[in-house]
C-alpha cells in the first residue's frame, strides 16, 4: 500500500462583532461560480507547467517542513511547524532575512499561531493566540508594532485601509475566548489599543465545526477583502462598513444548506453529523476559497472532496475530484496538497522532505524527479510553482 499524503483540511473563520451587529448588503453584481459536476482526468491533464523553488538552506533558514507560504512583493514568506521564524526569500528561493521575535517578553511572541501579509502596505502580521497578540512587520521583518487583545485570537489580516480584522475559527479555539462577540460573529475590526470597534457577518453554525481554514480570504484588484464563512456559498466583499455579497457558488444537482441546517451542522473530534447531510447530497463548503489574479480555487466536500477551478476572465468553471484522478499516482500525491498561495494564475504548494523521498524513485522520468533526485538530507524543503490547463475550462459538462 502506498503512503497516503494528508491532504490540508481547509479551515473556517467564523468572525466577530462589536455593539452594532451590520447586516451584509444585497446586490445584483452578485458573480456565479457554478459547482459542476466532476470531469474525468489524470494529474498529467490537469497540470499544464510547473517550477521548481529550491530554498538556500544556511545556518540561519534550515526549516523542518513547510507550514505556511505568502507572496508579497517578489518575497516568499515562509514558516515551518516549529511556529518560531518566518523565512524571507527571493522568488527563486535566495535567503534575504527572517523574523525570529520568540520569547516571553511584551514585543515577542511565544509562537506563530498564524500568518499573513498585507501587500497593499506591504505589512507582515504575526497571531500569537498563546500570548493573545498581533504583531506587525514591514517587508523587510522589522516590528513596527504589537497590539494585545482579551480574546484567544485565531488569524489577524488588514485591508488597503490598514484596518486589523480577526477571523473567527470556528473551532474549539473559540471556547477559550473571554469575549463572548468574538464567539458570536465573524468579522472584528481590531483598534491599536486591541478594542473591538466594529464587526461584521454573525455566525450562522453555533455549534462546533472542529477544523481550521488557511484559505478563506483573498484580495480584489484595489485592496479590499474578500472573505467566506464556512459552509457558506457566498464569498463577501468587505467594503467600509458594508459586507457585500461577491461571488455566489451554485452547486448542480446538491442541496444548498438552510439557515436551519447551519443551526444544527456540527462537527467534533468525538461526534459528527456532518457526513449525514453529505450522504443526503447537501453541498458542503467546509474550505473556503485562493483567488490568484485570473483563477479561484475552491475547495468542497467532507469524505467526498471535490475542488472547483473558476476563471475570472472566461466565467467558466469545472470541477474534479483529486482521490478518483488517473496516471501517475505519486504525481498525484505531489499536487494533491491544498495550494498555500498564488499569483497570476500560478499555485503555490510546499513539498515535505519525506514525501520527496517516498515519491521520487516511482516519479516519470522528467524535470521533477531530475530536481528530486538532487536533493540532500541537508537541504531544505521546496516549493513548487504550478499552473493548471486553461483548456479544461471548455470541457463539456
Given at each position: ?22 447586516k ?7 458573480e ?27 545556518d540561519?533558514?534550515?526549516l ?14 515562509v514558516?515551518?511547524?516549529?511556529e ?34 498585507d ?8 497571531t ?87 484559505a ?13 464563512p ?9 467594503h467600509?462598513d ?20 447551519k443551526k444544527?451542522?456540527?462537527y ?7 457526513t ?6 447537501y ?6 476559497f485562493?483567488k ?30 483529486p482521490?478518483k ?14 495550494p ?8 503555490y ?8 523521498e ?6 516519470p ?33
Amino acid at each position: 500500500m502506498k503512503a497516503i499524503t494528508i491532504p490540508t483540511l481547509i479551515l473556517l473563520l467564523f468572525i466577530g462583532s462589536c455593539q452594532s451587529v451590520r447586516k451584509e448588503a444585497h446586490t445584483s453584481n452578485v458573480e456565479t461560480i457554478n459547482i459542476e459536476k466532476p470531469i474525468s482526468l489524470s494529474i498529467e491533464e490537469l497540470i499544464e507547467d510547473f517550477d521548481t523553488i529550491r530554498l538556500e538552506a544556511s545556518d540561519h533558514s534550515l526549516l523542518s517542513d513547510i507550514r505556511y507560504i505568502r507572496i508579497m512583493n517578489d518575497k516568499l514568506y515562509v514558516t515551518d511547524k516549529t511556529e518560531s521564524s518566518v523565512f524571507i526569500f527571493t522568488m527563486d528561493g535566495k535567503y534575504i532575512s527572517k523574523i525570529s521575535d520568540q520569547g516571553q517578553g511584551p514585543k515577542e511572541y511565544l509562537r506563530i499561531s498564524r500568518l499573513e501579509v498585507d501587500p497593499f502596505n506591504s505589512r507582515v502580521l504575526i497571531t500569537d493566540a498563546f500570548s493573545r497578540k498581533l504583531l506587525i512587520y514591514d517587508e523587510a521583518g522589522r516590528q513596527s508594532e504589537v497590539i494585545q487583545v482579551d480574546f484567544f485570537p485565531m488569524r489577524f489580516v488588514s485591508d488597503r485601509s490598514r484596518r486589523n480584522m480577526h477571523l473567527n475559527p470556528g473551532s474549539i479555539m473559540r471556547d477559550l475566548s473571554r469575549n463572548e462577540i468574538s464567539n458570536t460573529h465573524n468579522i472584528l475590526i481590531i483598534d491599536r489599543e486591541g478594542n473591538i470597534k466594529d464587526s461584521f457577518l454573525e455566525d450562522e453554525t453555533p455549534q462546533r465545526i472542529d477544523i481550521t481554514n488557511g484559505a478563506s480570504t483573498s484580495y480584489t484588484d484595489n485592496g479590499e477583502l474578500l472573505y467566506k464563512p464556512i459552509l457558506s456559498n457566498i464569498i463577501y466583499r468587505i467594503h467600509e462598513d458594508e459586507v457585500i455579497p461577491e461571488y455566489e457558488l451554485r452547486p448542480r444537482n446538491k442541496s444548498i444548506l438552510t439557515d436551519e441546517d447551519k443551526k444544527e451542522i456540527f462537527y467534533t473530534f468525538e461526534k459528527e453529523n456532518v457526513t449525514e447531510y453529505e450522504d443526503n447530497g447537501y453541498f458542503l463548503s467546509f474550505g473556503g476559497f485562493l483567488k490568484s489574479d485570473d483563477i479561484i480555487l475552491l475547495p468542497s466536500g467532507w469524505d467526498k472532496d471535490l475542488r472547483t477551478f473558476y476563471s475570472t476572465k472566461s466565467k467558466k468553471s469545472f470541477t474534479y475530484e483529486p482521490k478518483k484522478m488517473k496516471g501517475n499516482e505519486y504525481m498525484q500525491d505531489i499536487f494533491y496538497n491544498f495550494p498555500q498561495a498564488a499569483t497570476g494564475e500560478t499555485f503555490y504548494i510546499g513539498i515535505d522532505p519525506v514525501l520527496m523521498e517516498y515519491a521520487t524513485p516511482q516519479l516519470p522520468e522528467g524535470k521533477l524527479k531530475t530536481f528530486f533526485e538532487s536533493f540532500t538530507e541537508d537541504d531544505n524543503p521546496c516549493i513548487i510553482a504550478y499552473r493548471i490547463n486553461k483548456k479544461l475550462f471548455d470541457v463539456e459538462k
